[in-house]
């Protein structure tokens, strides 16, 4: 990916500011702000590890699961004509509406 960062399955957003002149980012995903920072690309991934492992040890502290980064299921909403037409390309051809949006999102991200 992209200006991400990887650590244990989880993701994080690479941005600079100029304004303070420093890297910073936070991880993507989880609900709640979990930020990072550093002067440098290896300052940024260090800060970026520690946070995540900050929150993982943190989660386990409090006995609460940690959350899944991402399920594998998510709501959109999209207009009444698009749904329809989505619908129906999926019925011509066979599929359900679930596989037919997969098969949409991969083609676009491939």
């Given at each position: ?7 244990k ?8 500011s ?10 993507a ?14 300052e ?40 329809k ?23 676009y991200?491939?």
């Amino acid at each position: 990916m992209n200006n991400m960062l990887e650590y244990k399955g989880y993701y994080g957003t690479v941005e600079y500011s100029s304004e303070d002149n420093i890297l910073y980012g936070k991880v993507a995903g989880i609900s709640g702000l979990l930020s990072y920072e550093g002067g440098s690309i290896e300052e940024l991934k260090a800060d970026f590890e520690s946070a995540v492992d900050d929150y993982l040890e943190s989660c386990e502290k409090q006995n609460i699961e940690p959350q899944k980064v991402y399920r594998g299921s998510f709501n959109v909403r999209i207009s009444p004509s698009l749904h329809k037409s989505l619908a129906l390309y999926a019925a011509a051809h066979n599929q359900t509406l679930n596989s037919t949006v997969e098969n949409a999102i991969r083609a676009y991200v491939s």
